[in-house]
């Protein structure tokens, strides 16, 4: 046992499916030059073409292709590729890709004095299609001989760059043959109606633009507001300036609707920014349009309310019939309003209210348990650093998770959810409950025994490293769960790129959850008794707690009937130990009584969830639900039916279902969910069993994405929709179009979801 808890072989277990994975088969993969065979021939005395002949069952991605000049004094141009075949590929979405065969073309430029020869370095990257693996970037280099009238009176750089450009670690000297920006990036406007403007760019061949520095601000316009700008998905691309980022090529067109007080026609004045660059060679400057346009009449998006007045009726009705605006994205606006104080303020009130949610919740017995366990010695002041420790080590563990998710759109808690971690972790909860009991007394051998309490003690928290790695893991693996303030703060970390207010407003929402913790591990720590049975018994209260929350965390990767057993087994031991069975003396005291009456509570549940189980019975709250006694015996009827999904996996076969749900006239729901989501199975007791939900989706297609692998499919889903985990469910209507603004992320009652999809498909 000691063996298998032990950090580096948890570490080892942990990898090695990741380890086999890429060792399968290795000795069977071509190597890179082998599947993408390189050639390369001046065809000209300033042009060179390069030829990529590409083994069976191989495909290389066109926007990984790079061409660079290592030699001083000669510079090659942006490559011109012929087209080639759109692919949907698991790791970068819609890409186009050549099979068997690409040759691509490019300038050669060469200063005076350069040699006659040079280095070309191709750079790609490509993949085996059958088995689903790709090579990394990889780099090929040839030798070729310029023509000697190849050569040029000048050096490149003797001239200045062209207006609004700046090169980025290129050193190629200046682009004669770049396109001026605004021929690089052809902007259009246009306005739909009174309530939307579309902003389109055409995008020359070898140019692309950031998703994330797009820009738009209105400088004149009464009565107008803009509301978050819809953009289509883009590529993913390794940016050798800024990173991992989200690019267009070709165009972009997005929609930007309007926040409208009156309906009168008036004209407005916008500031739209943009930035964009020439593939492997510069990036131009951030760069701004001002642009007029003349809106139409339009319906009011927002009643306006004259001084002590009210909204007239029309103007109210206008209000409720536009879409909503969803609660997470109504909090990402308002990380944007550039009030820095009221936005902490705001999101630390978010935290407290999340507190004691169930996701939450755990930490309540882990803190409690840890300042217990130093014994009666406990000072207040000592109870209140441990917690203190804890809740900073857990809010800052949050922060960073939430940054890199706003990011990179990887959710690290997510990737916590494995049965190994989960199934180590609780095996610590057991082994912490153990010394709450006192069972290290019990004749096991001496090397277990120091071991279980060397163990134990460190995870106590007999230091403070040991409590701030416990608040580290709780942050990871207890309380993965999405809620709108979590969801809003990652939108605007991942529309702007800007982690230090997103990340500042994550740590204050983790501060305000760790509150409450910090009040109740320091009160622990003052209410302690200091010695005798008293503090025994307090002890034992937590050692079950720590059971608890053990099963609580096996039920995400158990079967139910397991879990249930669990919790009767708890239940009825924790109840014998309480005196459930014992005959009480006729003089004993009032506290024996209380404690023999709940033991009796106690037993018997842990009793009926016995019979539930045995019965066919799978819900822990409601174990008889669907049992029924009749003549003497137990006989299992139907449950009352929920709303019955059907389970999709990848962004296909959804794009599948969608086009079906559309072509019968349906609307669709499409439910992310995890076995690891606590508030994913509130929403199927809860929620989907209602009545009134299930008549609210009697026209709706309901689809569920099972996300509980965390697999890179998953992934690719979650990233597609950009929402950071389950909870989180995505409407479309009857025309196979989302209906972006009725998203809803975190758990939601019956009475409001069904209000919520009535609104969203008219009913």
Not at 204 to 221: E, H, I, M, S, V
Not at 232 to 243: A, L, R, V
Not at 552 to 559: A, D, F, G, K, S
Request: with cysteine; proline share 5%; aromatic share 8%.
């Amino acid at each position: 046992m000691t063996k298998l808890l032990h950090p580096g072989a948890l570490l080892l277990a942990l990898l090695l499916p990741f380890t086999a994975h890429a060792l399968w088969g290795d000795d069977e993969l071509l190597s890179a030059d082998e599947a993408f065979a390189i050639s390369a021939e001046m065809v000209g005395p300033d042009r060179v073409r390069v030829t990529w002949d590409i083994a069976d069952d191989f495909y290389m991605y066109r926007e990984r292709v790079q061409l660079h000049s290592d030699t001083e004094g000669v510079t090659v141009g942006t490559p011109e590729f012929p087209a080639g075949k759109i692919k949907q590929d698991e790791t970068f979405g819609e890409v186009e890709v050549y099979f068997d065969r690409l040759s691509v073309t490019a300038p050669v430029q060469r200063s005076a004095g350069a040699p006659d020869e040079f280095v070309l370095r191709a750079v790609s990257q490509g993949c085996m299609e059958s088995r689903g693996i790709c090579y990394t970037p990889h780099t090929q280099k040839l030798t070729l001989a310029l023509p000697a009238a190849a050569a040029a009176d000048s050096t490149p750089g003797d001239a200045a760059p062209p207006s609004g450009e700046q090169s980025f670690g290129g050193g190629f000297g200046m682009e004669s043959d770049l396109l001026d920006v605004d021929d690089a990036f052809r902007l259009e406007t246009a306005v739909i109606d009174g309530n939307t403007l579309e902003a389109r760019w055409e995008i020359a061949p070898g140019y692309y633009l950031y998703r994330d520095k797009f820009r738009f601000t209105l400088l004149d316009g009464e009565g107008v507001a803009l509301d978050q700008a819809d953009f289509p998905d883009g590529e993913i691309k390794n940016d050798e300036t800024f990173g991992r980022v989200e690019v267009y090529h070709d165009g972009v067109t997005a929609t930007l609707p309007l926040q409208r007080t009156a309906t009168d026609p008036t004209a407005i004045r916008l500031a739209i920014g943009y930035q964009g660059c020439a593939e492997g060679r510069i990036c131009y400057t951030p760069q701004t349009r001002e642009v007029e346009l003349d809106l139409p009449q339009a319906a009011a998006t927002v009643a306006a309310l004259p001084d002590g007045g009210t909204a007239g009726a029309d103007e109210a009705a206008a209000s409720e019939a536009a879409a909503p605006v969803t609660e997470q994205d109504r909090i990402a606006q308002s990380l944007a309003s550039g009030n820095t104080p009221l936005v902490i303020l705001t999101f630390f009130g978010f935290g407290l209210l999340l507190a004691f949610t169930p996701c939450v919740f755990p930490m309540i017995p882990i803190l409690s348990s840890i300042i217990v366990g130093q014994g009666e010695d406990i000072t207040t002041r000592r109870a209140f650093t441990l917690s203190l420790v804890y809740v900073l080590a857990m809010a800052l563990t949050y922060t960073v998770a939430g940054v890199v998710a706003g990011l990179f759109g990887e959710n690290l808690q997510a990737a916590f959810q494995n049965p190994w971690i989960l199934g180590s972790f609780a095996a610590v909860f057991v082994l912490l409950s153990l010394s709450m009991f006192g069972f290290y007394d019990l004749q096991i051998p001496a090397s277990w025994q120091s071991k279980l309490s060397e163990i134990s003690n460190k995870q106590q928290g007999g230091t403070l490293t040991g409590v701030a790695i416990m608040g580290f893991l709780s942050a990871l693996i207890v309380g993965p769960c999405v809620a709108a303030p979590l969801a809003g703060a990652l939108i605007y970390i991942g529309q702007t790129g800007d982690p230090y207010l997103g990340g500042a407003a994550l740590f204050a929402l983790s501060l305000g959850m760790g509150a409450p913790l910090l009040a109740i591990g320091t009160g622990v720590g003052k209410v302690l008794p200091r010695a005798g049975d008293w503090m025994n018994a307090i002890k034992a209260t937590f050692g079950v707690l720590l059971l608890a929350v053990a099963i609580w965390m096996l039920e995400r990767i158990i079967p139910t009937a397991a879990a249930m057993l669990l919790w009767a087994a708890l239940l009825i031991i924790s109840a014998i130990y309480m005196g459930a069975l014992d005959r009480l003396d006729v003089d004993a005291s009032g506290w024996q009584k209380l404690f023999k009456g709940m033991g009796v509570l106690l037993l018997t549940w842990g009793v009926i969830l016995l019979i539930g189980v045995a019965a066919g019975g799978r819900d822990t709250l409601q174990p008889l639900r669907g049992v029924a006694l009749a003549g003497g015996t137990t006989s299992a009827q139907a449950e009352a039916q929920g709303v019955e999904f059907k389970t999709i996996k990848s962004l296909d076969d959804l794009q599948r279902e969608v086009a079906a749900a559309s072509g019968q006239g349906k609307s669709v729901l499409l439910d992310f969910y995890a076995d690891w989501c606590t508030d994913c199975h509130r929403m199927e007791k809860n929620t989907f069993s209602d009545p009134q939900v299930q008549q609210a989706l009697a026209n709706t297609v309901t689809l569920k994405a099972d996300v509980t692998a965390n697999d890179d499919i998953d992934k690719a889903l979650l990233k597609h929709f950009r929402i950071p985990g389950p909870p989180s469910l995505i409407l479309y209507d009857a025309n196979g179009e989302e209906l972006r603004r009725y998203r809803i992320m975190g758990y939601m009652g019956p009475e409001e979801f069904a209000a919520h999809v009535g609104a969203a498909f008219g009913g």
